[in-house]
């Protein structure tokens, strides 16, 4: 199994500009979660996914943060337009169960 | 909302040296997990605790959740350099597939 797949792995972006990234989550795993991983923040959940519905986006900062989960295989996470205050690591992760979940590697975003 | 403080925040041992990290909640838990996260990697899953008093190990770990659920602890008997890395305490409510994480401790292994 290759594990949760996220790209890419690093995106420096000017602020203003659109960022997506990407997760592939296990085969099989029907939860979805997207976090953020800042030094001061901590890791903060953003949104999850069961079967591909979105359940719980409380932790979406503000409109220009969406997520999307076209199907069991693909998920996305958009910031338009993105600010230095969005510079963090970004991890998707997927379960099949409560409480274990599967971290990808993560995407380091810097918005310059 | 709920939330769990893990302390310390860093811990510098020396190699060999015994660590305990701690993780308090002011309410009744329903369950806790940890993870475990290298520098420069993402958390992995190391264990679920679920009874009160529960005690679990996994070779030189060991993990506690406490009679009143309201706290757990994490000790690493004679650590070595393949145990840095930060310590997360988690937990989800009863039915729930989100998890809340603590803040963690970094744990420094002097060789």
């Known amino acids: 199994d290759a594990g949760v797949i996220q790209s890419p792995r690093h995106e420096v972006t000017e602020m203003g500009q659109e960022v997506t990234l990407r997760c592939k989550p296990i085969?099989?795993?029907?939860?979805l979660f997207w976090y953020r991983q800042t030094m001061m923040r901590g890791l903060e959940l953003l949104i999850y996914?069961?079967?591909?519905?979105?359940?719980?986006d409380s932790g979406m900062p503000e409109d220009r943060f969406s997520a999307k989960m076209p199907n069991a295989s693909f998920s996305t996470l958009k910031i338009q337009p993105s600010e230095p205050r969005d510079s963090a690591v970004y991890f998707c992760?997927?379960?099949?169960?409560?409480?274990?979940?599967?971290f990808g590697p993560g995407t380091r975003l810097t918005v310059t | 909302g709920q939330q769990v403080m893990q302390i310390p925040q860093y811990q510098h041992v020396q190699e060999g040296e015994d660590f305990t990290t701690y993780c308090n909640s002011s309410t009744t838990l329903s369950n806790i997990q940890w993870y475990k996260q290298r520098p420069g990697g993402h958390p992995v899953f190391l264990i679920q605790?679920?009874?009160?008093?529960e005690v679990k190990k996994q070779k030189r770990l060991t993990f506690q959740f406490g009679e009143a659920k309201k706290n757990s602890s994490l000790h690493i008997t004679a650590t070595q350099t393949t145990d840095v890395g930060t310590y997360f305490c988690s937990y989800s409510g009863a039915g729930s597939y989100q998890l809340t994480f603590g803040k963690g401790t970094k744990l420094s292994v002097i060789p």
């Open positions: 996914f069961n079967n591909n519905v979105p359940i719980d």
């Open positions: 992760a997927s379960s099949r169960t409560s409480y274990e979940q599967y």
């Open positions: 605790l679920v009874k009160s008093g």
């Open positions: 085969s099989g795993h029907n939860s």
